[in-house]
T-cell receptor, first 114, second 112 residues
């Protein structure tokens, strides 16, 4: 079991640039989640997908953020344009179901916007 | 409405002494409850889960938790702390809906 794979592990870029974070979920998991973690706000759910369809994006901070899941094995989270306040660790997680089974987390992408 | 409260933001113990990390939840329905651990620069890793089977749940690395419905608690314990247990721990609740609630986390420090 390769686990959830995220890339890149670290990203440093200047404000205004486009940032794309990538995630490969565990094969067979129907749910995919994107989280953001900061010291101030802790762990926040941004969006989640079921069978590649976005179900709840109420946690997406603003229109600069977008997420896609073109197929069952790949998802992206894009920020355009990026701002310094977007600096955080972004986690992707996947799960076989929404409630009784645990979510499996990737190791995250540490994003720094200068 | 469902919610989860981790009663301590930080806990400090000496190596070899017991660990107690406290978690209370609020739920209108029978919840699923989880504890996760996060080591530095890593994602969250499942320690254990409760899903309406035995109320005493055993997890990895010697941790266990007891579901107490009357107290709406799901405290995490370990008889003897190890240096490698130093990490952040998250209590998580889900009541079968489409929302999983994460606690704010408890950072565990282990002194030599």
């Amino acid at each position: 079991d390769a686990g959830v794979i995220q890339s890149p592990r670290h990203e440093v870029t200047e404000m205004g640039q486009e940032v794309t974070l990538r995630c490969k979920p565990i094969s067979g998991h129907d749910y995919l989640f994107w989280y953001r973690q900061t010291m101030m706000r802790g762990l926040e759910l941004l969006i989640y997908f079921n069978n590649n369809v976005p179900i709840d994006d109420s946690g997406m901070p603003e229109d600069r953020f977008s997420a896609k899941m073109p197929n069952a094995s790949f998802s992206t989270l894009k920020i355009q344009p990026s701002e310094p306040r977007d600096s955080a660790v972004y986690f992707c997680a996947s799960s076989p179901d929404i409630s009784n089974q645990p979510q499996h987390f990737g190791d995250g992408t540490r994003l720094s916007i200068l | 409405a469902q919610s989860v409260t981790q009663l301590d933001s930080h806990v400090s113990v000496s190596e070899g002494t017991p660990v107690l990390l406290r978690c209370n939840y609020s739920s209108s329905y029978s919840p699923s409850l989880f504890w996760y651990v996060q080591h530095p620069n890593k994602g969250l890793q499942l320690l254990l889960k409760y899903t309406s089977a035995a109320t005493l749940v055993k997890g990895i690395n010697g941790f266990e938790a007891e579901f107490k419905k009357s107290e709406t608690s799901f405290h995490l314990t370990k008889p003897s702390a190890h240096m490698s247990d130093a990490a952040e721990y998250f209590c998580v609740v889900n009541t079968g809906g489409f929302k999983t609630i994460f606690g704010a986390g408890t950072r565990l420090f282990v002194k030599a």
